[in-house]
């Protein structure tokens, strides 16, 4: 009885064994199987429109059931890369030829205004508003032409040392004469007279104006706006400090990307919007080697910052 217990112990013993043997050699023969299936995944969840060139999978050393598939795919990416491509071409040719017209237009209206000194009020009112349009209108073509050559390679970013002291005087004068309604300042006394940072000096205007716009857009009307920069180690920021409604936090890290506006923040009447701005603030930024981010809490305001890296020489 006893030997015959003991041979049953044996048997069940040696049955455990053989389970779990089998389990751990299915474990390892699916991890075997999937493993290209997961390194596929793994490459098409990194597939960007921007980068659709590397997104080509080789069937090189690929199982013979996922082949059909990967062909599949590739012929898919080849057909989104045309149609990228006519996007971005479109995008580029639409921007680039009403530059013209919307200039000439802008000219006129402008002459206009300066010579009819005796016209009647609401006419003056109306070319003023048209001239408006016309700025704003020309104001987003040349963005999405920055972005068009952004995408195409085509935009000229120069990373070259220049003072950036004069760059930041250069936005004040430009959006001061811009919105004279507002009280904008920049504190650089505790700064030597020039400041070097790497970079581009018309990328960097440009960016502070596309910021200071946006602190007079989103505040109230005849707000301050001030603006600051610090010099860190090997790294100057500049600071675009407004004190209107805010951002909302989980809004924060979308309003870099293209086309988007925060949920919770709204215009004031007369204001348009395009979503276009801080996606070329964030472009010419990393162009340029640097960076753009953002603290804001609601109600009491948003502060953005460059960053760029300092020049020793
Ligand atoms: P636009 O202002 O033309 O919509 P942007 O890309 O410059 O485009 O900004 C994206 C969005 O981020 C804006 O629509 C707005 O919702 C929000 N935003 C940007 N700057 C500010 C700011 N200073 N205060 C509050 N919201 C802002």
Known sequence: MALFNALNRVRLLSEIVLML????????????????????????????????????ISLDGQPVELQPILTEFNRMVRRLEVSAQNQKQFASTISHEFRTPLTVISGFIQSVLNRAEDLDSRYRESLSIADKEAFRLNR????????????????K????????????????????????????????????DSVWVIGDPDCLVKCL????????KYSEAESTIDLGIDV??????????????????????????????ADGVTLRRGESSSGLGLSIVKMLMESMGGNVSVQSEIGVGSRFTLTLQRSLS
Do not use: W
Request: charged share 25%.
């Open 21 to 56: 043997s089998l389990v751990v050699l299915l474990a390892i023969a699916l991890t075997y199987i999937f493993r290209p299936i997961r390194s596929v995944r793994s490459r098409i969840s990194n597939i960007q429109l921007n980068n659709l060139d590397t997104a080509l």
């Open 209 to 216: 104006e596309n910021l200071i716009g946006n602190a007079v």
């Open 157 to 192: 970013v120069l990373r070259e040392p220049f003072d950036c002291i004069k760059s930041c005087r250069e936005a004040l004068r430009l959006t001061q004469f811009a919105f004279p309604k507002n009280i904008i300042k920049l504190d650089d006394s505790h700064l030597q």
């Open 232 to 261: 860190k180690d090997q790294l100057v920021l500049f600071t675009v400090q407004d004190y209107g409604q805010g951002i909302p936090k989980d809004q924060q890290a979308r309003i870099f990307e293209r086309f988007v506006r």
């Open 140 to 155: 987003m073509l040349s963005d999405l032409l920055d972005l068009s050559r952004a995408d195409n390679h085509q935009l």
